[in-house]
C-alpha cells in the first residue's frame, strides 16, 4: 500500500489465489517463495528492485473487528481500512512521532467530493453505545490546511440506511489537534441520531464536499478514534484538569485554542499529569480562551487567583478575567507578567477591589494580549493549578514606576479600545516596558491606568514648587501629543491632566509633564486634593480610525522635574545658522568637528515637529521643504544638551 518505503504484509492462507489450490492441513508445507509484481513481466513494468524481510509465521489470533477506541497500534486486530471515492489509506508510522502509528488517508485528484475510509470494513466489535448525554466522539487528525471540513458518519452494519454523519472544520495547519464530533448536531442533509438505532460501522471523509480534482491530491493523517464517556460534573474552583468525571469543556475566541493534554513538562513548581495548553492564532491581537464554573465563584474571603503558568518568553502578559454569564459587561480583570521562560511559574492576580456582590461564573483567559499569535511554539503556553487563596493582595505601585519589580502588581486596566500590556524593551532585551497598542478601533481619549482602579500606593506630593513628572516614551511618530492624568481614585471628579509633544520619530526620549500647565478645557491643578492615580494616553485627540493602529512604549514614570540635560542658546554656544530669515534651506555651522550625530527638530509655534534632520557633519545645508511663513524653533540635541534658535521662514 506504500511506495518506498518499509511496510509489514499480512498473508492469510486460507484466502487463496484466484485459480490456485485451497489449504489442506493435512499437507506438509515445508518450502517457501515470494513473487514481487506477481502477473506482470519485466518488460512490461520494467526492471524493479525490491527488498524484503522478516518472513514470520503468526501463531496467534487475528481479532477479526476493532472497538473502540481505535488507535492503530495493535498488532493482533484487523483494522481493514476500506477506501472509497478514490481515497487511499494506510497504517502508517506518525510523521511527527516514530514511536506512534497513524492511517495517512491521500485524496487523490480522482477523489469524489464524498471520498473517505471506513475503519473496519466488516464494522466494529462492539456497537457505539450512545446515550442522551453520550453522544459524541473524538479524532486526533493532521491537516494540511486549516478550515478543513471533516466528516465523521457512523451507521449500522446491516443496514446502511440507518446512520446519522456530523462535521467539524480544522483550526490548525500542519499539525495534530483533536476534534469533538458531536452527533446530537447532524450535517446538512443528513438523518438525525436515533438512539433506538445500532450504530457499529465508523467512516471518516477529509475535506468533504470539495472534489479531488479542485483541491488537487492531499494528505491527511487520523488516529485515537475515541467515543466520549459520559461527563456529570462541571468545573469547579481549584481547576487542576486531572478529574476522569469533569468535563473539562472550554471555549475559544479570537484564534485562541484551550484544551486539555499530558504535562509537557512535569518539574519544578508542577508534576501534575494534565495541564492546559493554550496556542495563541490569529486574527486577533485578543485571542484566547474561556471556561465556565458549575457555579459562581466567591470572593467573600478569598480574592487573590494564582496559577501555575509555562511559557516560551519572559516578559509575557497574562489577563485573567472573570465574567457573569448572562451578562458579559459585568466583568473585572487583572494581568500579571512572566519572569520565567521555558519552565513553571506561579502568577498571582489580585481580585480584592472586585465587587463581591456581582455573580461572577466564567473565567478567561488571554496571553500577550495585543500581539497577534501565530500558532508557533512562540505562542504556545501552558496552564494549571487555577485557585482562589486568601493573602494579602501584591502591592501596588508606586513612583518611580519601571516595570521591573516583579513583586509588585502593576495591574495596567485599558480603556477605549487601548490595549497595554508589560514587555521586553524592543530596544533593549535587559529592560522591561509598557506597551501600548491605540487599536484601529480606539476612541480618541483611550489610554491606560497604572494600577487600575486601586491606584498608586501612595500619593503623589505636588507642591506649589513641586508640580513636573517625567515619563521616558517611544513613539513612532514625532510630534505625538502625549497626555498625563492624576487623579483621586476616591473621586474621579478630582483629576489634572496636561500634555506634552514627542519631538522624535523610533527612538527613546523622556518628556517633562508640568501639572501647572493644564491641559486646555481641563481642571488646574488644587494642591489641596490627594492624587493616587496615574493614566497615560498617546495620541491623544486622535481615534484609531483616523490614525491607525499604532504601537507606543512608556518607561520610567518618575515625579520631579526633567534633569542632566542643558537648555542652551544656539548663537551663544557657537552654533551659527544662516540665513535667518530663511525661505528655502539654511546652513548650520557647528563650532568644532561632530564627533557623534546630532539630531534636529524643526518645531512650530503648536510644539509640532514638522520636520526631522540627523546631522553628522561639521557644516550641513538643510532643505526646509514647503513649510508656511511664521515663527519656528529649531531644536538641536547633541548627548545631554539641547541648544535652540528661533527661525523665520519667509515665502
Given at each position: 500500500t506504500m511506495a518506498m518505503t518499509w511496510e509489514t504484509l499480512e498473508f492469510d492462507f486460507t484466502n487463496e489465489a484466484a485459480g490456485t489450490a485451497a489449504i489442506d492441513l493435512a499437507n506438509t508445507y515445508d518450502k517457501v517463495s515470494i513473487f514481487f509484481n506477481f502477473g506482470t513481466d519485466g518488460a512490461t513494468a520494467g526492471e524493479k528492485t525490491y527488498y524484503w524481510d522478516d518472513v514470520t509465521f503468526v501463531d496467534e489470533p487475528i481479532d477479526i473487528l476493532p472497538s473502540l477506541p481505535i488507535d492503530f497500534e495493535s498488532t493482533t486486530i484487523d483494522y481493514a481500512l476500506g477506501d472509497f471515492g478514490e481515497n487511499v489509506s494506510a497504517i502508517v508510522v506518525d510523521p511527527t512521532d516514530p514511536n506512534n502509528t497513524v492511517v495517512q488517508s491521500t485524496k487523490t485528484a480522482g477523489a469524489e467530493t464524498w471520498a473517505g475510509t471506513t475503519a473496519g470494513s466488516a464494522g466494529l466489535a462492539q456497537a457505539i453505545p450512545f446515550t442522551a448525554t453520550a453522544t459524541k466522539m473524538t479524532v486526533r487528525v493532521w491537516s494540511p490546511d486549516a478550515g478543513t471540513p471533516i466528516r465523521l458518519k457512523v451507521e449500522d452494519n446491516t443496514d446502511p440506511t440507518k446512520s446519522v454523519e456530523t462535521e467539524v472544520m480544522t483550526t490548525m495547519a500542519m499539525t495534530w489537534e483533536t476534534l469533538e464530533f458531536d452527533f446530537t448536531n447532524e450535517a446538512a442533509g443528513t438523518a438525525a441520531i436515533d438512539l433506538t438505532n445500532t450504530y457499529d460501522k465508523v467512516s471518516i471523509f477529509f475535506n468533504f464536499g470539495t472534489d479531488g480534482a479542485t483541491a488537487g491530491e492531499k494528505t491527511y493523517y487520523w488516529d485515537d478514534v475515541t467515543f466520549v464517556e459520559v461527563q456529570?460534573?462541571?468545573?469547579?474552583?481549584?481547576?487542576?484538569?486531572?478529574?476522569?468525571?469533569?468535563?473539562?469543556?472550554?471555549?475559544?475566541?479570537?484564534?485562541?485554542?484551550?484544551?486539555?493534554?499530558?504535562?509537557?513538562?512535569?518539574?519544578?513548581?508542577?508534576?501534575?499529569?494534565?495541564?492546559?495548553?493554550?496556542?495563541?492564532?490569529?486574527?486577533?491581537?485578543?485571542?484566547?480562551?474561556?471556561m465556565d464554573l458549575e457555579e459562581p465563584i466567591d470572593f467573600s474571603e478569598n480574592t487573590i487567583f494564582k496559577m501555575n503558568v509555562w511559557g516560551p518568553a519572559v516578559g509575557t502578559t497574562v489577563l485573567l478575567k472573570v465574567e457573569n454569564l448572562a451578562d458579559p459587561g459585568i466583568v473585572f480583570e487583572q494581568s500579571a507578567t512572566m519572569t520565567t521562560s521555558m519552565a513553571w511559574e506561579e502568577l498571582s492576580f489580585d481580585f480584592s477591589a472586585i465587587d463581591a456582590a456581582q455573580a461572577y461564573q466564567k473565567i478567561v483567559l488571554i496571553f500577550d494580549n495585543g500581539t497577534v499569535g501565530d500558532g508557533t511554539a512562540a505562542f504556545t503556553y501552558y496552564v494549571d493549578d487555577i485557585r482562589l487563596e486568601m493573602g494579602e493582595p501584591a502591592?501596588?505601585?508606586?513612583?518611580?514606576?519601571?516595570?521591573?519589580?516583579?513583586?509588585?502588581?502593576?495591574?495596567?486596566?485599558?480603556?477605549?479600545?487601548?490595549?497595554?500590556?508589560?514587555?521586553?524593551?524592543?530596544?533593549?532585551?535587559?529592560?522591561?516596558?509598557?506597551?501600548?497598542?491605540?487599536?484601529?478601533?480606539?476612541?480618541?481619549?483611550?489610554?491606560?491606568?497604572?494600577?487600575?482602579?486601586?491606584?498608586?500606593?501612595?500619593?503623589?506630593?505636588?507642591?506649589?514648587?513641586?508640580?513636573?513628572?517625567?515619563?521616558?516614551?517611544?513613539?513612532?511618530?514625532?510630534?505625538?501629543?502625549?497626555?498625563?492624568?492624576?487623579?483621586?481614585?476616591?473621586?474621579?471628579?478630582?483629576?489634572?491632566?496636561?500634555?506634552?509633544?514627542?519631538?522624535?520619530?523610533?527612538?527613546?526620549?523622556?518628556?517633562?509633564?508640568?501639572?501647572?500647565?493644564?491641559?486646555?478645557?481641563?481642571?488646574?491643578?488644587?494642591?489641596?486634593?490627594?492624587?493616587?492615580?496615574?493614566?497615560?494616553?498617546?495620541?491623544?485627540?486622535?481615534?484609531?480610525?483616523?490614525?491607525?493602529?499604532?504601537?507606543?512604549?512608556?518607561?520610567?514614570?518618575?515625579?520631579?522635574?526633567?534633569?542632566?540635560?542643558?537648555?542652551?542658546?544656539?548663537?551663544?554656544?557657537?552654533?551659527?545658522?544662516?540665513?535667518?530669515?530663511?525661505?528655502?534651506?539654511?546652513?548650520?555651522?557647528?563650532?568644532?568637528?561632530?564627533?557623534?550625530?546630532?539630531?534636529?527638530?524643526?518645531?512650530?509655534?503648536?510644539?509640532?515637529?514638522?520636520?526631522?534632520?540627523?546631522?553628522?557633519?561639521?557644516?550641513?545645508?538643510?532643505?526646509?521643504?514647503?513649510?508656511?511663513?511664521?515663527?519656528?524653533?529649531?531644536?538641536?540635541?547633541?548627548?545631554?544638551?539641547?541648544?535652540?534658535?528661533?527661525?523665520?521662514?519667509?515665502?
Open positions: 456529570v460534573e462541571g468545573i469547579v474552583l481549584p481547576v487542576d484538569f486531572e478529574s476522569p468525571t469533569i468535563d473539562y469543556t472550554f471555549g475559544n475566541f479570537g484564534g485562541g485554542l484551550l484544551e486539555l493534554i499530558d504535562n509537557p513538562d512535569p518539574s519544578g513548581i508542577n508534576t501534575s499529569a494534565k495541564v492546559a495548553r493554550m496556542i495563541k492564532n490569529g486574527p486577533e491581537t485578543f485571542a484566547g480562551s474561556f502591592p501596588r505601585p508606586d513612583l518611580p514606576i519601571t516595570f521591573e519589580d516583579t513583586a509588585l502588581d502593576y495591574a495596567l486596566a485599558d480603556f477605549g479600545g487601548n490595549a497595554s500590556s508589560i514587555v521586553v524593551d524592543p530596544t533593549d532585551p535587559n529592560n522591561l516596558v509598557g506597551q501600548a497598542i491605540k487599536t484601529a478601533g480606539a476612541e480618541t481619549w483611550a489610554g491606560t491606568t497604572i494600577g487600575g482602579d486601586a491606584g498608586l500606593e501612595n500619593e503623589i506630593l505636588f507642591t506649589a514648587t513641586d508640580t513636573k513628572m517625567t515619563v521616558r516614551v517611544w513613539s513612532p511618530d514625532a510630534g505625538t501629543p502625549i497626555r498625563l492624568k492624576v487623579e483621586d481614585k476616591t473621586d474621579p471628579t478630582k483629576s489634572v491632566e496636561t500634555e506634552v509633544m514627542t519631538t522624535t520619530a523610533m527612538a527613546w526620549e523622556t518628556l517633562e509633564f508640568d501639572f501647572s500647565n493644564e491641559a486646555p478645557g481641563t481642571a488646574a491643578l488644587n494642591l489641596d486634593y490627594t492624587f493616587d492615580k496615574l493614566s497615560i494616553f498617546f495620541n491623544f485627540g486622535t481615534d484609531g480610525a483616523t490614525a491607525g493602529e499604532k504601537t507606543y512604549y512608556w518607561d520610567d514614570m518618575e515625579f520631579g522635574p526633567l534633569v542632566g540635560i542643558e537648555i542652551l542658546d544656539a548663537a551663544a554656544n557657537g552654533i551659527k545658522i544662516s540665513p535667518n530669515p530663511a525661505s528655502t534651506e539654511i546652513n548650520v555651522t557647528f563650532p568644532a568637528a561632530l564627533n557623534e550625530l546630532v539630531e534636529m527638530q524643526l518645531i512650530d509655534l503648536t510644539g509640532k515637529t514638522v520636520q526631522y534632520f540627523e546631522v553628522a557633519d561639521q557644516q550641513a545645508r538643510l532643505e526646509l521643504g514647503n513649510q508656511h511663513a511664521g515663527m519656528y524653533l529649531l531644536r538641536i540635541q547633541s548627548n545631554d544638551k539641547v541648544y535652540i534658535q528661533k527661525l523665520m521662514i519667509t515665502k
